[in-house]
């Protein structure tokens, strides 16, 4: 059995995330990075003896487009899947049913989901510091009774909570831009998981393309990319009253 880390994280929180499961589980893990445009993930041949941990995050109770179309280029092959959604504390509303369809589609029988939360990628105050050592002993416990479910062979399906049709995908997003203190280094361009970043010239965005995933901001040395600040702080009076109270982990087996 092989254990496949396949996960979408511009900024990583999504990834501590699955971490944390996957380094609960058995077996050698294989990452399959897609936020990585360079990769060829229809190379990505599972078998029915392997398991994969399938984590996105949620954008605006969504899986994110290009996460689903990089997913839907996976053979599944009939490996079991664990589906694992992360939001900002918000809300994750349609986030894990559609990955759960896309999974299926992909190939890949679903035996356990997780909802969890790490700091929001936009308005950092909130969650600020998850997943902490509460949700870490909480994801390591349930990766042990997944581990448990794989050892007895039950394929089983959990209950997914989550409303077909979908909601409807959010508008444009914030966008971030270089300020003055950009130097051209490209580092946010080549890691763009859309490339809607220009490589001749940083300071040149497809406002269109954007996802407003935020891992420029994350990845720039300089931290030469900003988003516009009335924006920020309306979007952060939004979110206080919906994000103040802590919510936790859920779990579905």
Do not use: W
Request: with cysteine; glycine share 6%; net charge neutral.
């Amino acid at each position: 059995m092989k254990l496949y880390d396949i996960v979408f994280s511009p900024t990583g929180g999504t990834k501590k995330v699955a971490d944390y499961l996957t380094d609960a589980l058995e077996g050698d893990v294989t990452t399959v990075d897609l936020s990585d445009s360079k990769q060829d993930f229809k190379a990505a041949l599972l078998t029915k003896e392997d398991v994969a941990v399938i984590s996105v995050p949620s954008y605006g109770g969504r899986v994110p487009t290009v996460a689903v179309e990089r997913l839907g280029m996976v053979h599944g092959n009939g490996a079991r899947a664990v589906l694992v959604c992360v939001y900002g504390n918000r809300a994750y509303e349609d986030t894990l049913v559609e990955l759960e369809d896309t999974a299926k589609q992909a190939g890949f029988q679903v035996i356990a989901a997780v909802a969890a939360i790490a700091e929001h990628s936009i308005a950092r105050q909130f969650a600020a510091g998850r997943p902490d050592a509460q949700d870490a002993t909480q994801l390591s416990d349930f990766a042990k009774q997944i581990q448990h479910k794989l050892s007895a062979a039950d394929t089983s399906e959990p209950a997914i909570p989550g409303n077909r049709p979908y909601k409807k995908a959010g508008g444009a997003g914030m966008v971030p831009k270089a300020t003055k203190e950009c130097t051209n280094c490209g580092v946010c361009a080549a890691e763009c998981p859309v490339q809607a970043i220009d490589k001749k010239d940083p300071k040149k965005v497809d406002e269109k393309a954007c996802i407003s995933c935020m891992r420029c901001i994350a990845v720039c040395p300089q931290g030469a990319r900003k988003i516009n600040p009335v924006m920020l702080c309306a979007a952060s009076l939004m979110l206080k009253k919906v994000c103040s109270e802590r919510k936790e982990c859920e779990l579905f087996l």
